[in-house]
């Protein structure tokens, strides 16, 4: 849900002790999110938790990217680095993966070295005559990609053998969480972080195929990435042109914008992979923008929101943002929330300084 301007009952410096986020970005706690008066700052001491209607803010002088913290050798949450994928033979056959399930938590950074492999040919003799040849046709994995308009690619993913499974998708470091059909189909479309785009999928006893295609308009968009695993609460909000919450150019899951506005030039659109319904679902919202071709002028405010919910209240919410700009891999960073304690359910906290809000330049 979007957060509107509430007044700032208090303001005070917090020391971390109750709420910190990676790289010491702000954040603004609130629990209503209806128009108020314009904020008051009041001084006052340091607390250890938010009381009653209270607006926290902090902010950092240091750019996010130069003070995130290094994310732990065994952090299980999500990837810790892009899914850099070079040089590799593209097939249908099994995928060389960890041992680690797909499904598991601590399935993640390890997905990194994903790698289609050649499948072996059959010895004329090794198995009784067409059973292998047959199972093996009846059960193949495809997977293909075709560019479509404002960068974005069309995957199709045919696993006859794999009705109803969970399936991983993994591109540039981004990874979400699907479902096939009852037969073993699967259709989505995806915002490419690449201009050479390759797409790998995984189904959890590690077989999968990989595609790939060019995505020559990536050069016109800015594209900003939050992903996440499990219910978490976070969300990614992008005000366009100095607009409000809840009024239009306020572009977020809620009112995600059809992808022609961005097309024509006229403003931003939201993109958002995985299925929610999945136990610990690895799902990411992706904004992207027509930087080469905006009509006019303006700035584009990003934030991430994180609802303080019965699920993730008095511990840590982790995830990943990720930039691209005009098909440059930009930044991969971590985030690490220390939420509040569960009497602050239903509050919301605004993270300020994560990404970097756009100046536009009319073409």
């Known amino acids: 849900m979007p957060i509107?301007?509430?007044?700032?009952i208090k303001m005070v410096a917090y020391s971390g002790a109750g709420l910190a986020v990676a790289g010491s970005a702000g954040f603004v706690m609130q629990q209503q999110r209806q128009p108020s008066p314009a904020p008051v700052a009041i001084a006052a001491p340091a607390v250890a938790a938010p009381v009653g209607?209270?607006?926290i803010e902090l902010t950092a002088e240091a750019p996010v990217a130069s003070v995130l913290p290094e994310a732990p050798e065994t952090q299980a949450a999500l990837d810790t680095s892009p899914l850099a994928l070079r040089e590799i033979e593209l097939t249908s056959s099994p995928?060389?993966?960890p041992e680690s399930d797909p499904a598991s938590a601590d399935f993640g950074g390890q997905a990194q070295l994903l790698q289609a492999q050649a499948e072996l040919p059959v010895t004329e003799g090794d198995t009784p005559e067409g059973t292998a040849e047959t199972t093996a046709d009846e059960c193949a994995i495809s997977l293909t990609a075709e560019s479509q308009a404002a960068a974005m690619v069309d995957l199709s993913l045919s696993a006859p053998c794999y009705a109803g499974e969970r399936v991983a998708i993994h591109h540039e470091g981004m990874?979400?969480?699907?479902?096939t059909d009852d037969e073993g189909q699967l259709s989505v479309a995806v915002p490419a972080l690449a201009e050479f785009a390759i797409f790998v999928a995984v189904?959890?006893?590690?077989e999968g195929a990989s595609a790939d295609t060019e995505v020559s308009s990536l050069a016109f968009y800015d594209r900003s990435v939050l992903q996440w695993q499990g219910a978490t609460g976070l969300e990614l909000h992008a005000l366009e042109y100095g607009a409000a919450y809840e009024e239009p150019g306020h572009v977020w899951s809620g009112a995600p914008q059809d992808i022609t506005v961005a097309a024509t030039g006229e403003g931003g659109f939201l993109t958002q992979l995985g299925n929610p319904e999945l136990p610990q679902a690895r799902m990411v919202?992706?904004?992207s923008f027509p930087l080469g071709i905006a009509r006019k002028a303006g700035d584009i405010d990003l934030s991430v929101e994180v609802q303080v919910t019965e699920d993730n209240c008095g511990g840590d919410v982790t995830g990943q943002v990720i930039h691209v700009a005009e098909a440059q891999f930009g930044s991969f960073?971590?985030?690490n929330v220390t939420m509040p304690a569960c009497?602050?359910?239903g509050d919301y906290l605004l993270l300020k300084n994560l990404l970097d809000d756009l100046k536009i330049a009319a073409n």
């Open 4 to 8: 509107a301007k509430a007044a700032l």
């Open 53 to 55: 209607p209270t607006v």
């Open 95 to 97: 995928v060389t993966l």
């Open 175 to 179: 990874v979400f969480s699907e479902l």
């Open 203 to 206: 189904f959890q006893d590690g």
């Open 285 to 287: 919202q992706v904004y």
């Open 333 to 335: 960073h971590d985030l």
């Open 343 to 345: 009497d602050a359910t």
